[in-house]
């Protein structure tokens, strides 16, 4: 089984189109079911996700009010860890149509014939067929994403990782539910979009295996205006870097 999470915040002018394009996704020999986190929408994303659920395989979880993305995350991965088989895996995706999901079976491919436990849709992947890319990106959040990346890898070097901030991801069944064994609710600490990189130093420390493929990221067909903080963002990377690197606050869990 397939499982798409999506962390949801007033999503309405693209979930429809989002969930369209979910639904036509085929996996040989493996149906998909999708949990959307909405995380205190105050547009009609709750009546159109209501909608959906009569249509399709689809779970709602509610936060109330408005948490944030590492929030809505970790509710969705704890609701999942208890749901899955270890064989299953967790494609998390953004609501706002800048990741196709017809990536979603070649990253389930991959991690099959290879045994990864986390394969990423990067941007800076590059395979004999095509690179990762960027359409539609202002140049600072490509800075910020770019010297993220590169300032995340240099300090936690996670192997087969390039893209330490982008939310389109494949979990492993196995790997989402030792994760939740050895580090329960601070799987995920972080509230905003740092909670990316820190779930991939955390999986990292437990002996994921990780890799990626290309990801084309189509911000010019995001729905609704960016909710990143950039100075905020920033400066919570920083953070991240001096607990984890700096202060060794994961030494105090197995490393698995």
Known sequence: MIYFLLPAYNEESGMDELLVRISAVKFPDENAHIVVVDDGSTDSTPGILNRWTEKIGLTVLTHKPNQGLGRAMRTGLAHLADTVNESDAVIAMDSDNTHDPLLAPRMRKKQLENGFDVVIASRYAVDENEPGREVGLAWHRKILSRGASIILSTSFNVIGAKDYTCGFRLYSGSILKKATKIYGDDL?????????????VKLNRIGAKISEVPLTLRYDLKGGASKLRVLKTILRYFNLIWRYKI??????????
């Open 188 to 200: 995920v600490t972080e509230k905003n979009f740092v909670c990316m990189a820190e779930i991939l």
């Open 247 to 256: 202060l060794g606050e994961l030494n105090k869990y197995p490393a698995g």
